[in-house]
């Protein structure tokens, strides 16, 4: 079976550069930003955002600009546009159906949990059935109330404590935060007791990946229901 990947970009949104003369013919008020997504498609279904680039145009002149071509003068306001402009929701289309897809599958766990033991649920989330004792520490350590507040307002360097069934956690770091998506950096130092981040938080940031993963909130919120989530902040 063939699979059809590539990268595309849509338009954000072009912003005037007010008060800023051309460099190149030199007629104020002409120029403007034009800020697009981009984004890795598969099938020509936008998968995951890429980020946002920009260029500069004149309309007097049409001389175009490539982000990395920007003058100084130009510079500042074209990267404040940028940073400001929302990534159009299309970019999320397929992180948006694998999140109705977890969550349908998070609503029929829930409703088959009415009718068995807890120790049934939690091997639904983890894949395997805890002892009795792991189940224990497990609900123990993680408090859902608790969470909330952090998960309405996530911050930059929050880290989330993901609970494996062999009884250690697997850590991700809050790299960046939009107001319908939180960008993770997992790391490969994986803890055996949560009282273990104040210790060796070294290890955790120096053995982060560079890849940002985008979790919705949606997604974030129906995990910390589990009760197996843990979210600690300095």
Same mark, same amino acid.
């Given at each position: 079976?063939?699979?059809?990947?590539?990268?595309?970009?849509?338009?954000? *949104? &072009?912003?005037?550069?007010?008060?800023?003369?051309?460099?190149?013919?030199?007629?104020?008020?002409?120029?403007?930003?034009? +800020?697009? $997504?981009?984004? %890795?498609? %598969?099938?020509?279904?936008?998968?995951?955002?890429?980020?946002?680039?920009? %260029?500069?145009?004149?309309?007097?002149?049409?001389?175009?600009?490539?982000?990395?071509?920007?003058?100084?003068?130009?510079?500042?306001?074209?990267?404040?546009?940028?940073?400001?402009?929302?990534?159009?929701?299309?970019?999320?289309?397929?992180?948006?159906?694998?999140? +109705?897809?977890?969550?349908?599958? !998070?609503?029929?766990?829930?409703?088959?949990?009415?009718?068995?033991?807890? *120790?049934?649920?939690?091997?639904?989330?983890? *894949?395997?059935?805890? $002892?009795?004792?792991?189940?224990?520490?497990? !609900?123990?350590?993680?408090?859902?109330?608790?969470?909330?507040?952090?998960?309405?307002?996530?911050?930059?360097?929050?880290?989330?404590?993901?609970?494996?069934?062999?009884?250690?956690?697997?850590?991700?770091?809050?790299?960046?935060?939009?107001?319908?998506?939180?960008?993770?950096?997992? $790391?490969?130092?994986?803890?055996?007791?949560? &009282?273990?981040?104040?210790?060796?938080? *070294?290890? #955790?940031?120096?053995?982060?990946?560079?890849?940002?993963?985008?979790?919705?909130?949606?997604?974030?919120?129906?995990?910390?229901?589990?009760?197996?989530?843990? #979210?600690?902040?300095?």
């Amino acid at each position: 079976m063939l699979f059809f990947f590539g990268t595309g970009t849509s338009l954000i *949104g &072009s912003y005037p550069l007010r008060g800023i003369a051309c460099q190149h013919c030199g007629t104020s008020n002409t120029v403007a930003a034009t +800020i697009y $997504s981009r984004y %890795l498609h %598969l099938f020509w279904v936008p998968l995951i955002p890429l980020g946002k680039t920009s %260029l500069s145009e004149c309309a007097h002149c049409q001389q175009v600009l490539r982000e990395a071509q920007l003058p100084p003068a130009y510079r500042e306001p074209v990267m404040a546009y940028k940073q400001n402009a929302r990534l159009p929701v299309s970019n999320y289309l397929a992180l948006s159906i694998i999140a +109705i897809g977890f969550l349908a599958l !998070m609503l029929v766990g829930t409703l088959r949990g009415n009718r068995q033991p807890v *120790g049934r649920q939690l091997a639904n989330v983890v *894949g395997t059935a805890p $002892s009795a004792s792991a189940m224990r520490e497990a !609900m123990a350590a993680a408090d859902p109330a608790a969470n909330e507040p952090l998960l309405a307002a996530p911050q930059v360097a929050d880290l989330y404590a993901m609970r494996n069934p062999d009884h250690h956690y697997s850590i991700m770091r809050v790299a960046r935060v939009v107001p319908d998506t939180v960008y993770m950096q997992t $790391s490969t130092h994986r803890l055996t007791e949560l &009282s273990d981040v104040d210790t060796q938080q *070294g290890l #955790i940031e120096k053995n982060l990946n560079a890849f940002l993963i985008p979790m919705p909130r949606a997604n974030l919120v129906a995990l910390n229901q589990t009760k197996l989530l843990t #979210i600690v902040r300095k």
